[in-house]
């Protein structure tokens, strides 16, 4: 199969040429993550990843960066926190612990990891895409949301970050995280980042650019 990568020259936005359709991306989100593929459990990934030491875990430096900046942003009470593609919920086990007083929820689109996080964390979970109205907060808005490894999957960005917008309170923080388009410099070309369901790839300007327009103020920018 011959895929090409394509680039906006108005706005820099590099997306894939290919595009599966709505029943293959169902399909693929069924299966995401089969243990079959990945030779152990959804319970022994969960279980390998909540288990590393703090200086080898990925995980627990993401968490300590945003519990930080809520610190340093006065959200030091009670919240509530919002995973979108929160996987089998080790984010959201990290970030309970660190801010026991909040609630969290979660949306993921493959059962089998939204069946692990509702049961190993303690955030409800809906299983499906993000559309915004998963929850019923009782007028409430989100204060924190976060969205990793998510956003290249999606079709128009820019619509789906105007939905989070909505969801999110107005001094609420958003924990954002992408490929970075340098990595068509320095990876193989069949590396994971460049998987079919890979839409978009965006570079710090672009990236940036989709924010702002959506209203989002970006105070802290990590490449």
Known sequence: MRRSWLICRNCGHVHNGFRLSTTQLNVLYQNFRDSAFREESPDEYFDRI???PEAESENFQKVSKIHSKLIAEGQTGSGIALDIGC????LIDSLS??????DFYGVEPTPEFADLASRRTVAHVACGYYRGDHFSLGGRAFDLITCCAVLEHVVRPSNFLSVISRDLAPRGLLYLEVPDLSAFRYLPSDHDHFMVQHISFFSTESLLRVLEEQGFEV?????
């Open 97 to 102: 612990k660190m801010l026991p007083d909040w």
């Open 87 to 90: 996987g089998g919920g080790v």
């Open 50 to 52: 909540v288990g590393l």
């Open 219 to 223: 105070i802290e920018n990590i490449v």
